[in-house]
């Protein structure tokens, strides 16, 4: 693979860059410098943005609306949305459930779903998770019993992430007994607005209201809502997760953290001296620095030889997502480390881009040392889920080493 970008992607990364200058808002590139909470109307807004100049769906096929990048395009826009201060674009839609829709779904669901996918119209969400049901997903229990030209669905899914601002959920739900688990599981659109959807929030470790328990209560959903055949949802869900794995790389984001942390630790004085200057916090520097850039090749390499191949991700994005996963908490501690006692416990309020710290507290809210405490906390969750370090590890012994 030829690591230097040619005269034609350099000029498509000028292109962004100027498209970015132009077009980013400042409220929502100031939330992303100084690490404020984004609500759903800037990632909406941002969406919309995307949408209007054609690129709201970089690797999508035009047929479907889509830029149609290669990989390295690909690469290249979230390397310079990130460094940008842009918000990344909700995955659960664009590519998650979109891939699906493309491979599996009816024309009647890909001509409704899709188009209102890629504008910013509905909102998506992930139903796979139960209670007792993560790791081995196959034995989810939340059952979906025909009925005439609907099915009845009745269940809990759990760890829903951001299922509070969704219109739709995509949901693995069971439709047999017979035979071994993962055979009678389908695919199912549901509609968040349903009678008998019930949301409730979990309040993670940091405070933040991110993740969310569903409840389905003889839910009626139309049998137009499956997806491909039923009790074959499994292998739907499978090529969803490479999918997903892929993403959890997290390159640009990565590359942006990075780039705060030598930021803090250049400004951070050690007993008059920036901690950058430590050569032992600066090996630690160097030593995660070195593991991302190989992640990225890594990551380039996977997608390229799937580009090339037409096919959905295989069993290397387990590689991908133990290692992405293991970066961005490495540089989340780091972070932590280097601002000390200035990385604040939790504050609620300091979190909105409006709020003004009281003079006690002023000092520490430099433009350079945001509220990280929250942040550090939230990171511990990316070696579980998509499937947790463990799993990934069971996935390369048995599909790429044949152990």
């Known amino acids: 693979m030829d690591l230097n970008y040619t005269p034609e992607q350099q000029s498509f990364r000028n292109e962004v860059r100027a498209f970015l200058e132009a077009e980013l808002p400042a409220d929502i590139r100031d939330k992303i410098r100084l690490g404020r909470r984004l609500h759903k109307d800037d990632l909406v807004r941002w969406q919309k943005i995307l949408y ?228 032992r916090f600066r090996d630690r520097i160097a030593r995660v620095e070195l593991e991302l850039m190989a992640l990225e090749i890594t990551n380039l390499r996977v997608l390229s030889a799937v580009s090339g191949e037409s096919r959905a991700p295989g069993p290397e994005v387990s590689l991908l997502k133990i290692k992405g996963s293991e970066i961005i908490q490495q540089l989340a501690e780091l972070q932590m480390h280097a601002l000390g006692h200035d990385a604040l416990p939790y504050i609620h309020d300091a979190l909105e881009l409006e709020w003004v710290p009281e003079p006690m507290l002023a000092d520490h809210y430099a433009a350079y040392a945001p509220p990280l405490t929250g942040h550090y906390f939230n990171q511990r969750k990316t070696t579980i889920y998509a499937g947790s370090t463990e799993i990934q590890k069971n996935i390369i012994s048995k599909m790429v080493l044949g152990l």
């Open 52 to 279: 209007r100049r054609g690129w709201g769906a970089g690797m999508w096929p035009k047929r479907y609306g889509g830029a149609a990048w290669n990989v390295v395009e690909q690469h290249i826009f979230d390397e310079e949305v990130a460094a940008a201060g842009a918000p990344p674009q909700i995955p659960f839609a664009l590519r998650m459930v979109a891939p699906v829709l493309m491979t599996f779904a009816t024309a009647a669901q890909q001509s409704y779903f899709l188009p209102r996918i890629i504008c910013g119209e509905d909102w998506w969400c992930q139903g796979y998770s139960e209670p007792g049901s993560g790791s081995d997903l196959a034995s989810l229990r939340t059952s979906a019993v025909r009925e005439a030209d609907h099915y009845l669905v009745n269940g809990q899914k759990t760890w829903n992430t951001l299922g509070h601002f969704a219109d739709w959920i995509f949901c693995l739900v069971r439709t047999s007994n017979d035979g071994r688990p993962q055979q009678g599981i389908s695919f199912l659109l549901i509609d968040m607005k349903s009678p008998g959807v019930t949301v409730r929030p979990i309040i993670t470790l940091e405070g933040e209201h991110e993740i969310n328990d569903i409840f389905f209560d003889n839910v009626r959903v139309p049998v137009e809502n499956l997806v491909g055949e039923e009790n074959k949802g499994w292998t739907y869900a499978k090529f969803l997760l490479s999918h997903e794995r892929t993403n959890n790389a997290g390159i640009g984001n990565c590359k942006r953290a990075l780039k705060r942390l030598k930021e803090i630790a250049s400004k951070q004085l050690v007993s008059g001296v920036p901690l950058i200057e430590d050569s």
